[in-house]
C-alpha cells in the first residue's frame, strides 16, 4: 500500500519559514521523482517545485528565490524549505510521485499553508 505522509504545515506571519516534509511508503522512492504542488481556494493544482531520482531540482518562478526542495532517499523523505512566505503563498500543499507520467501516479493528503498577519 502507498502511502504519501505531509506534515509541517501551519499559520505563519509575512516573512516567516515552514518546512514541510513527506514521508513515503510502499514505494521504491530513489527512482521516483518527487514534487510539492499547491491548490489555492478556487485555483487549480499547480507544481510548486520537484526533484527527480538523480536530485535535479526545477522551481516555479514565483518560488525560486525562496523555497528549496531536498530529498532524503534514506528515510524515504521529501522536504520543502520555504523562506520569505507571503500571502499568496497560502495553499494546501501535497506532495507527488511520478516516474515516467507528467503528472504524480501517487499523492499525499496534503497539508494546509496559511500566511498571514
Known amino acids: 500500500q502507498v502511502q504519501l505522509v505531509e506534515s509541517g504545515g501551519g499559520l505563519v506571519q509575512p516573512g516567516g519559514s515552514l518546512r514541510l516534509s513527506c514521508a513515503a511508503s510502499?514505494?521504491?522512492?530513489?527512482?521516483?521523482?518527487m514534487g510539492w504542488y499547491r491548490q489555492a481556494p478556487g485555483k487549480q493544482r499547480e507544481l510548486v517545485a520537484q526533484?527527480?531520482?538523480?536530485?535535479?531540482?526545477d522551481y516555479q518562478d514565483s518560488v525560486k528565490t525562496r523555497f528549496t526542495i531536498s530529498r532524503d532517499n534514506a528515510k524515504n523523505t521529501v522536504y520543502l524549505q520555504m523562506n520569505s512566505l507571503k500571502p499568496e503563498d497560502t495553499a494546501v500543499y501535497y506532495c507527488?510521485?511520478?516516474?515516467?507520467?507528467?503528472?504524480?501516479?501517487?499523492w499525499g493528503q496534503g497539508t494546509q499553508v496559511t500566511v498571514s498577519s
Open positions: 526533484i527527480t531520482s538523480g536530485g535535479s531540482t
Open positions: 507527488g510521485a511520478r516516474r515516467l507520467r507528467p503528472t504524480p501516479t501517487y
Open positions: 510502499g514505494i521504491s522512492f530513489n527512482i521516483y521523482t
